[in-house]
């Protein structure tokens, strides 16, 4: 992760990169992938691609990138990309 942060020019910054290995964050949050179309491909359950803003550890906002024909959200993330995510807070 401290790669990740590293190439996005973070590392340091109030932005914290996480694991999430076992996928217990992922189901907690309600935000398992486990469409069978994204799972013929990739095998194993993944998490949705999202994007939340906590502040205080209470989430205030939250953006999911899917769609009924794009589960996985590949054809237009941008819901949950940055943009998105700033004008909605």
């Not at 907690?28 to 999202?50: F, I, Q, T, W």
């Not at 953006?63 to 959200?73: H, K, L, R, W, Y």
Request: charged share 25%; aromatic share 6%; glycine share 8%.
């Amino acid at each position: 992760m401290e790669a990740w942060a590293t190439n996005q020019g973070v590392a340091g910054s109030m932005i914290t990169f996480l694991a999430d290995t076992r996928g217990e964050f992922t189901k907690a949050m309600d935000m398992v992938l486990d469409h069978p179309g994204p799972m013929e491909v990739l095998g194993n359950k993944r998490s949705k691609r999202y994007a939340f803003y906590a502040d205080d550890g209470v989430i205030k906002h939250i953006a999911v990138s899917e769609g009924p024909d794009d589960p996985a959200g590949d054809a237009d993330p941008s819901a949950s990309c940055v943009d998105a995510m700033l004008e909605a807070i």
